[in-house]
Each structure stands twice: as C-alpha cells, then as structure tokens.
C-alpha cells in the first residue's frame, strides 16, 4: 500500500501548522530570548517596544496565572525567565502584535542588561564542577574489576560525539484558539499532543479538559518535537486566554536553531578488555551527557545510553557509569536513537582501537562477540530471537563481503591520492518507551451509518507513515478497501493521556490499541450477519467488502451489513486500549526487562577519500535489516534510508558549534550542512533478514523508525580506515563528526 499522504505532498495539498487559515484579528506571538547565556537580569526595558504602533502587549513571567514551569521530568524549567538566564536562546517573554514583522520588529527594541556569570559548555568541566542535572547511574554485570587481570589485552580511551540539529522542514509552532467558558483550541506541530496540553493546564492554571491539543501532521519531528514542542504551544494557548484573541507562535528557523535543544553531545571514557580469543571480557565506560540548562528529557535519553551501551555484543562483564551534565546550552533533547547511538558509538570506538593496536580487523572483534540467544543484557533482559549473527552472516552473504574488501584492497594498491575505506556497524536497539508506564496508547473507531470508517489514535503522523500502517491494521481486520478508511488527526478530546509519538514504538502501541477496537467490532457485525443469515458466526466472513457464509457469497456487503447493524442498534463505535505485556524495570536495582523486543541488522559502508581535499563520498552501503516481517516495505525501506542518512550526517558533517560564551555559531543553514543528494551514498541497498517476525511488534512487522540511525555510525569507520590507508602515521581519534577539515588533518598528521 503506498503511503496514504503521497498525494496530497506532491501536489501541495497536505495540511501542516502553516496551511491552518488563521481567524481575522489573529496576534502573532515573537520571542525575545536571553542574548547571554549565563546571568542575572538586572534590568529590561520594554517600554520602546511596547509602544511600537501593532503591539498588543508584551506577556512575562509576571503574567503567567499559575505556575511559570514546563519540565517534563523535573520541574526545573521556567517557561519565561525570572531573575536569571541559563542559555543563550531562552525565552523571556512573547510579544504579541498584529503581524509578526512588527512583533519582531519590538523585539529589537527591548533593552536588557545582564550581569554575566561563568559560562559552562563541556560536560566535563560540568562534572568537575559539581554541576549535575542529577546523579549519575549504573549498570553492571559480573564484575570487571576482577576480570581485567584475566584479560590479554587492555585498552582505554576517549571517544566524543557531538549534537544535531534536527533541522525538521516545518519548525516549532503553534496556534491557539479561545472558545467559549475559557476553552481553548490548539493546533500544535507537537510530537506529543497530551504534553502540550497537560503542561498548557498547568502554566495557565486550568483543568486539562479546557484544553484541545489537535495534529494534523508535521513536517518532521526526529525527537526534536517530543518535549520541545510545548513552551511554543504553551506560550501561544497562554497568549490567547490573556488577550482573549487567537495567537498564533511559529518560530523562525534562525530562532528555531537558537532557541532549541538538540542531540546531546557526548564525552565519554572507555576500557575494554579481551581475552587471547579476542572475545571481550570486560567493558567499562564513563559517559558524560551535555544535557544544558535543564533537564528536558535527559534522564530518559541517558538511560537509553546505558541500555545500549554494549550495543550488539554480549558482555560478560560490563560496568558503564553515566552523568547527565549541566552546562549553559539550550536544554538537549530527544533525537532519534534517544542516547543510543551515543552509547554505541563508544564501544565501536573500543573495538576499533583494540582492533588497531592489535592490527587486525575490527570485524574479528565484532564478529566473535555478536549476542546469542540466552545472553543477558547489563540490565537483566535475557536475548532471546536474536538475530545479531544471522545479519551479520547475511550481510557477509548477500554482499559478498570478501570480496568487497578485496576491491578496497586492490583500489589502495592502485591508487595514491584516493583511498577507500570499510566498516561493518551491527545494531540492536531496544522497542518499547525505558519508563514502563508510558508503554499504553488507545484508539477509537467509529463506523458510520454508509459503511465508511474513521478511526483515531494516538499516534502523530510526522512523515514516519504510521497512518498509513493504521489504515493497514483496519483494512486488514475489516477486509474493506482502504479508501473507506479516514485517519482522523490526532486529537486529545478523542484520544486522551497518550505517549508522544516517539521511541519507534507508536505503530506498534497504536496498532495494537486499534486492532482491540476493530476485531470487537467485526465480531459484533458478524453476529448480525449471522442473525441474519441464518448460520454460525463462525462461518462469516468477509473479503473485499463481500460477505461470505461459509466460503459461499451472500447478497449481503460490507455496506448493507453496517446499515443492517445499526437498524439493529449494534454499537458502530469502540475505544480500545493496548499496554505492551511482560515489560518491566526496577531502577533501585537497573535490572528488569525493559524491551517488549529488539531490532537488528548489520551494514557494510564503503566511502572513498579524496586524500588531496580531505573530502569524501560513501560508494554504496549496504545493509541487511531485521524488519520482522514488514507490513509496508516501502514505508519501511524510506525509513531505514532516512534514518540511515541522518545518522551519516551526524558522524561525518554536521558539526554543531557553540563558542565558549554559550553562543551557537552553527545557526544558521549557510553554516550548519545536513546531507543532500550530493553527499548521500551514491548506492543504498537495503536487503530483509527472514524471520518469522515479532509477536509483540505490530503484525510482525518490527519497529523502524530509529534503529537504522546507527548504521550510520559505520560512516565514521568507514573514513578512519581510509585515513589509515593513506597515512599509517594517522593515530585514532573518536571524535565525531568527521569532517572534511578533520579528514585532512588526519591525512597529513605525522
Ligand atoms: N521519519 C520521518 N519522515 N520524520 C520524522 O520526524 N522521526 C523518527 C522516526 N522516523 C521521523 C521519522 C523518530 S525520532 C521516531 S521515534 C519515529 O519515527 C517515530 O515514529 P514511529 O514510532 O511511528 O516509528
Ligand atoms: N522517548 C521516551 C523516547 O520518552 N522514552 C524512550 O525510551 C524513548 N526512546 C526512544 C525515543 N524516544
Ligand atoms: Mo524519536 S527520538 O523517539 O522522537
């Protein structure tokens, strides 16, 4: 089935918060947002701007009715600023004028002074500073420190990885609405409808049924939207009840790129120990988290570093550490992967410096230590249908990997100014939300009186297709045509308390909440059409939007049954819910079995350095992905290339850049480069790992939406092995992204 939004995006049709005609008399909302990154306010002088001919008025701290605070997991965010400023781009308050070139016109003449304080950037100096978000956690199995004298071989490092922006087409907005008795309606570019409106209650000091959150879709999301959706809905929805107007906020990109977080830069520690058979033994790692000002959903992401901390491979000793850091950026947030590629960065860097010091290939480490079924997890979970070595060997199959690295082999021998380089980089990644509790999602389908249905979840449509896969779930129990199915948007009157669309998991939530409407409901029209017919329920069934009566067609269809139905006073309509079984984590002790299941699969990169520029382009990488069994191949392939890209960016181009007064350089599009058509590999070949599927993945179709990332760590690999080839005085460094400059550096180091 092809993606139901295909249409209506190439002909410009499809809705986004921009496309929503705004109310004539509608106030457009700018920020003005602290220039310092560290300070007191001491004075700000709003009054040039207040009176500027199209201002409404100028909304502060002092205006917010109840409490002025947005944190998700700490309450350790203003929504406004106070007294103090802790990043450069924080909000102080929201302008409210009749157009938004005038709004942002005052916002130039509001004049503030600040007394500065130092100013923290690196994770580091946070931690020797005492500076934590809150305390650091760890997970451990067996015992390293009593491991290391068994081990053959040792080696320590460091390996970095800096942030992303997330770079979304559509940025952060949103647009509220007053209705009648203080009601108010918001449309918001948000990841997480129920955390736009829980919060919106909070700040402005009204019950959270007084607030409809509606998605219609986003232009992208990648995390980014997951938290840091909210103070724009937020400041629009606290616009609207003090001037009793519509408000709309919708960020420029240059104030979208200053204002919000991003992926967490890591700085982290490793020591690996291996045994004579190259089998690792022990593995120890520190990690420091840049989380910024505030906590955001850092605590969250820093676990999902420690669970993968040991990525695809079984560790029998394992001992990771890792500090959430608190410094004077935007607060970092939700990015895809969610701390995971941090963490399994790390170890590749591990395996790659052992591999280096020992002069072999990564891949014999790699290889030697992939999960087995049985193995355990850190954190307690047992492997089971792993499919760690099953990729790894189809991938080595289907490319025919040897002789791929014999090509590479040959092209360095013949080549001295381009040299080519190769990695493999396996994935596991965990699907289900680490926090238990968010592990629910429910769904609502009403059949309407002509036989056509429209169903609403939970889940947001960011350009991932799960509405698509929902209509999917609905066609496939009803055995109706697909256009007789309508995705309604994502509504929070409709569909209350839910999840953010996030950790790969909202197919599989929403799917399942929606089969427990739609297989109740064909049970109910197949007791009428029995009724009716005169035979057992279990022989109807339906296909094709035909009733069949034990294989025989009937003259009853799928419409004439639903009018049947409701004649007979048969409820058309269910709520169903669906909460992931056997999940569960006990923080006191880091142990449990957090995951409802895990995604694997192996890529092979092939990049070729041009080692007189130091710039590079990916020949091919080629991958073989544990999809289960994939219920929409094409959305699914779209995923695994989108995902694949994104996480080459992050590894090799995207350099995000702030200064040592907190001030991001990179903020802008002239001088933060994601990859396009030119820098993306000029092959992507993804091939499906057989399985049977996953029992608790949506029809067995596993979740997608981020471990692909992580293959493009293998991007980073990739390069330093063609580095190496050019020079053997290249000493390793793990300091991602690796950029062109980086390249060169390396290729002339001596
Ligand atoms: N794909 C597109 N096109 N746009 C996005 O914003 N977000 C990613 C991924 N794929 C994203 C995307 C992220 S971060 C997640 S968590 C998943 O989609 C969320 O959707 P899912 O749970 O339906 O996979
Ligand atoms: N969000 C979240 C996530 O709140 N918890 C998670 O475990 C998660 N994982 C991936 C992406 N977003
Ligand atoms: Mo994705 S980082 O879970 O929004």
Same mark, same amino acid.
């Given at each position: 089935m092809k993606n139901i939004d295909?249409?209506?995006?190439?002909?410009?049709?499809?809705?986004?918060?921009?496309?929503?005609?705004?109310?004539?008399?509608?106030?457009?909302?700018?920020?003005?947002?602290?220039?310092?990154?560290?300070?007191?306010?001491?004075?700000?002088?709003?009054?040039?701007?207040q009176n500027l001919p199209g201002v409404e008025r100028i909304i502060t701290y002092k205006d917010v009715p109840s409490e002025n605070q947005i944190g998700g997991i700490f309450p350790d965010e203003p929504l406004f600023a106070e007294d103090e400023v802790h990043f450069c781009g924080q909000p102080i308050a929201l302008i409210l004028a009749e157009s938004e070139s005038i709004a942002r016109k005052a916002r130039k003449l509001i004049e503030i002074e600040i007394e500065e304080l130092p100013v923290i950037v690196d994770p580091r100096e946070a931690r020797e500073k005492d500076q934590l978000i809150f305390p650091p956690r760890t997970f451990n199995l067996g015992d390293t420190s009593a491991t290391w004298n068994d081990c053959e071989y040792i080696f320590e490092g460091v390996a970095d990885s &800096? *942030?992303?922006?997330? =770079?979304?087409?559509? /940025? +952060? #907005?949103?647009? $509220? @609405?007053?209705?009648? &008795? *203080?009601?108010?309606? =918001?449309?918001?570019? /948000? +990841? #997480?409808?129920? $955390? @736009?409106?829980?919060?919106?209650?909070?700040?402005?000091g009204i019950p959270m049924h007084k607030i409809e959150v509606d998605v219609v879709r986003l232009g992208g999301g990648f995390g980014g939207k997951?938290?840091?959706?909210?103070?724009?809905?937020?400041?629009?929805?606290?616009?609207?009840?003090?001037?009793?107007?519509?408000?709309?906020?919708?960020?420029?990109r240059m104030d979208d790129m200053r204002m919000t977080g991003k992926r967490h830069p890591y700085k982290s520690d490793y020591k690996i120990g291996l045994s004579k058979e190259l089998k690792i033994i022990a593995y120890e790692a520190t990690f420091h988290q840049n989380a910024g000002a505030a906590a955001d959903l850092s605590p969250a992401i820093m676990e999902r570093t420690l669970f993968h901390a040991t990525n695809s491979y079984f560790v029998p000793n394992v001992n990771v550490t890792a500090y959430s850091c608190k410094t004077n950026l935007p607060p970092n947030t939700a990015f895809r992967g969610f701390g995971g590629p941090q963490g399994m960065y790390v170890i590749e860097a591990a395996i790659a410096h052992a591999a280096n010091e020992l002069n072999i290939s990564p891949h014999k480490i790699q290889e030697k230590n992939l999960f087995k079924n049985g193995d355990e997890f850190s954190f307690g979970q047992v492997v089971d249908q792993a499919q760690a070595e099953s990729s790894w060997s189809a991938v080595k199959d289907k490319f025919a990997l040897e002789a791929l690295e014999k090509e590479v082999k040959t092209f360095n021998q013949e080549n001295k100014h381009f040299k080519k380089g190769l990695s493999l980089m396996p994935i596991c990644f965990g699907i289900s939300f680490t926090n238990t509790p968010m592990n629910h999602a429910r769904a609502l389908v009403h059949i309407y009186q002509d036989g056509s249905v429209g169903i609403s979840t939970g889940a947001v449509e960011m350009g991932q297709g799960v509405n698509t896969k929902m209509v999917q779930v609905a066609a496939d129990i009803f055995k109706i045509n697909t256009d007789k199915i309508k995705l309604e948007t994502t509504n929070t009157t409709r569909v209350a308390n839910t999840s953010?669309?996030?950790?790969?998991?909202?197919?599989?939530?929403?799917?399942?909440?929606?089969?427990?409407?739609?297989?109740?409901?064909?049970?109910?029209?197949?007791?009428?059409?029995?009724?009716?017919?005169?035979t057992v329920t279990s022989a109807i069934n339906i296909r094709e939007g035909i009733v069949y009566d034990n294989d025989e067609k009937t003259d009853l269809n799928w419409e004439k049954l639903i009018e049947m139905a409701f004649l007979e006073r048969v409820c058309l309509t269910e709520n169903g819910h669906y909460a992931t079984p056997l999940i569960h984590f006990d923080k006191t002790i880091e142990k449990g079995h957090p995951f409802a299941y895990h995604v694997y699969g192996?890529?092979?990169?092939?990049?070729?350095?041009?080692?007189?520029?130091?710039?590079?382009?990916?020949?091919?990488?080629?991958?073989?992905?544990?999809?289960?069994?994939?219920?929409?191949?094409?959305?699914?392939?779209?995923?695994?290339?989108?995902?694949?890209?994104?996480?080459?960016?992050?590894?090799?181009?995207?350099?995000?850049?702030?200064?040592?007064?907190?001030?991001?350089?990179?903020?802008?599009?002239?001088?933060?480069?994601?990859?396009?058509?030119?820098?993306?590999?000029?092959?992507?070949?993804?091939?499906a790992l057989t399985t049977e599927g996953h029992e608790l993945a949506i029809k067995k179709s596993k979740a997608v939406g981020e471990p692909p990332l992580m293959y493009g760590i293998g991007a980073y690999f990739a390069i330093q092995n063609a580095v190496k080839a050019f020079n053997p005085n290249y000493k390793l460094k793990f300091d991602a992204p690796f950029t062109p400059e980086k390249v060169l550096m390396g290729l002339y180091e001596r």
């Open positions: 295909s249409k209506g995006h190439v002909r410009g049709e499809s809705i986004y918060l921009d496309d929503i005609p705004v109310i004539t008399g509608t106030l457009y909302g700018v920020v003005f947002d602290s220039p310092k990154a560290h300070g007191k306010i001491k004075n700000i002088d709003y009054s040039k701007a &800096n *942030g992303q922006e997330h =770079l979304y087409i559509e /940025t +952060q #907005g949103a647009y $509220a @609405v007053p209705m009648e &008795n *203080g009601h108010i309606r =918001l449309s918001s570019s /948000t +990841q #997480g409808p129920t $955390a @736009v409106q829980k919060t919106a209650a909070k700040v402005l997951e938290d840091q959706a909210t103070p724009w809905g937020v400041m629009a929805a606290l616009g609207a009840q003090i001037a009793k107007n519509p408000v709309k906020v919708a960020l420029h953010p669309t996030a950790a790969s998991a909202t197919a599989d939530l929403n799917g399942k909440a929606l089969e427990n409407d739609c297989n109740p409901l064909l049970k109910r029209l197949k007791e009428t059409a029995s009724k009716h017919l005169d192996t890529a092979i990169s092939i990049v070729t350095v041009d080692c007189i520029r130091g710039t590079y382009e990916f020949d091919a990488i080629k991958i073989v992905h544990d999809f289960g069994k994939s219920m929409n191949t094409a959305i699914d392939n779209g995923q695994v290339e989108g995902a694949l890209v994104q996480g080459i960016g992050w590894m090799t181009m995207e350099e995000l850049l702030y200064n040592d007064d907190g001030k991001l350089l990179s903020n802008a599009l002239s001088t933060y480069k994601i990859p396009d058509i030119y820098s993306a590999p000029k092959s992507i070949e993804i091939e």
